[in-house]
T-cell receptor, first 113, second 113 residues
Framework: EAQVTQNPRYLITVTGKKLTVTCSQNMNHEYMSWYRQDPGLGLRQIYYSMNVEVTDKGDVPEGYKVSRKEKRNFPLILESPSPNQTSLYFC????????????FGPGTRLLVL | GENVEQHPSTLSVQEGDSAVIKCTYSDSASNYFPWYKQELGKRPQLIIDIRSNVGEKKDQRIAVTLNKTAKHFSLHITETQPEDSAVYFCAASIGNNFNKFYFGSGTKLNVKP
């Protein structure tokens, strides 16, 4: 089954404790992206990757890191989480940014205390 | 960067009526405009998209129109059904490979039976 998976789905953590949210797709997609969703703000792009070892900043990259060592995986890293990073996070992938539908993962709800 | 504004934030219609959601964007270089539907607690899913070389696109009860001169695009849903109730997001894509996405803040559509 073609899918985008994220782990964990729910996470409660404390300020400053490093965390990683994993994202994996099994569709051989080249393009992957991370978004955060906050009430009244829609989705905002954090980082995206056009292919292995190619990543770039989206609209709100501050406080986040990503890596793309393998085509299927695109982890989101919060080195020192802060309460303003409490949000719902979505990973998405597609063959190309606009040639194909972006498939979204199920989301990760993060609470930073 | 790009700024996408979406109106209205909430929309309530009677079953069978039409619904229209409008978005404006600021950067004339934007060239790809997808629309996503997000049901409560679920991930966004693409419902229709349009590229800048097309003025209108239809898919059954859903249509999107684009006015590049005025920098606005709209989603039209005809013969609405209760299962159309969801939050709808517009987006505009920009960048060298149209890989940066900017989303509107969302429209909560309620279709009353």
């Amino acid at each position: 089954e073609a899918q985008v998976t994220q782990n964990p789905r729910y996470l409660i953590t404390v300020t400053g404790k490093k965390l990683t949210v994993t994202c994996s797709q099994n569709m051989n997609h080249e393009y992957m992206s991370w978004y955060r969703q906050d009430p009244g703000l829609g989705l905002r792009q954090i980082y995206y990757s056009m292919n292995v070892e190619v990543t770039d900043k989206g609209d709100v990259p501050e406080g986040y890191k990503v890596s793309r060592k393998e085509k299927r995986n695109f982890p989101l890293i919060l080195e020192s989480p802060s309460p303003n990073q409490t949000s719902l996070y979505f990973c998405a992938s597609s063959f190309a940014p606009f040639e194909e539908t972006q498939y979204f993962g199920p989301g990760t709800r993060l609470l930073v205390l | 960067g790009e700024n996408v504004e979406q109106h209205p934030s909430t929309l309530s219609v009677q079953e069978g009526d039409s619904a229209v959601i409008k978005c404006t964007y600021s950067d004339s270089a934007s060239n790809y405009f997808p629309w996503y539907k997000q049901e409560l607690g679920k991930r966004p899913q693409l419902i229709i998209d349009i590229r800048s070389n097309v003025g209108e696109k239809k898919d059954q009860r859903i249509a999107v129109t684009l006015n590049k001169t005025a920098k606005h695009f709209s989603l039209h849903i005809t013969e609405t059904q209760p299962e159309d109730s969801a939050v709808y997001f517009c987006a505009a894509s920009i960048g060298n490979n149209f890989n940066k996405f900017y989303f509107g803040s969302g429209t909560k559509l309620n279709v009353k039976p």
